[in-house]
Each structure stands twice: as structure tokens, then as C-alpha cells.
């Protein structure tokens, strides 16, 4: 077992640091990650201006929340298998498929709940 030099607080605060500078990464660089941050805004927009329920608020940021958290693990898997293999491989092709089939899980959820959330506010103005 290895002793860390560093305290507790400490090791959680560079655990920060490291998060922070990976949010940072993905921000700048992913065009997926872009692309989710700016519909959240949206649908954050849409939670204002249709006066959504605390319950519906959870539901809407968590699944947005797990959209984000998706691509970023889909965006981690495909850099470590290029990586791993920079030229085409069917089985890294395979792997990077997978992973970007749970970030299309995700946004396939997201939109039903957001269909679920707005659908009927939405049909009330017009009826």
C-alpha cells in the first residue's frame, strides 16, 4: 500500500482541479458537447417561460444531466481507442460505436421526457 504525501483535502481539491480542467476540454473542443450544452440552455429557457413544476426542473436537469455525462464518457472512449489504435480497426469501430450508441440512449430519453414536460403546455396555449 502506498502512503499519500498529500491530506484528504487536499486530494479532493486537485480532484476538482482535474474535473474542472476536463469540463474546460470538453467545452472548447467537442462539438457534441457544444451542441447538448446549448439545447440544455434551451430547454432551461423553455422551464422559465413555461413556469415548470421543482419536479419537472429535477427530471428536466437530470436528464440533461446525463446527456452531458454521456457524451463526455462517448467523447473519453473514442480518444482512448484512437489512441490505443489511431488507424481503422472494426473492432475499435465497434467499440466507438457502442459508446456513442449510450450517448443516443441518452438523448433519445431526454427528448421523450421533454416531449412529456412540454408537449401539453404547449397544446394548452393552442386549445
Known sequence: MTVQKDGFVKRRLKGVKYALKGIVILATTEDSIKAQFFIGLFVIALGFIFNISSTEWMIQ?????????AEALNTAVEKVADFIHPEFHNKIGVIKDVAAGA???A???SLIVGCIIYIPKITSIFL
Not at 436537469?61 to 455525462?69: M, P
Request: proline share 0%; hydrophobic share 75%; net charge neutral.
Open 107 to 109: 438523448a433519445i430519453i
Open 103 to 105: 450517448a443516443g440512449f
Open 61 to 69: 436537469l437530470t436528464v440533461t444531466g446525463l446527456v452531458l455525462v
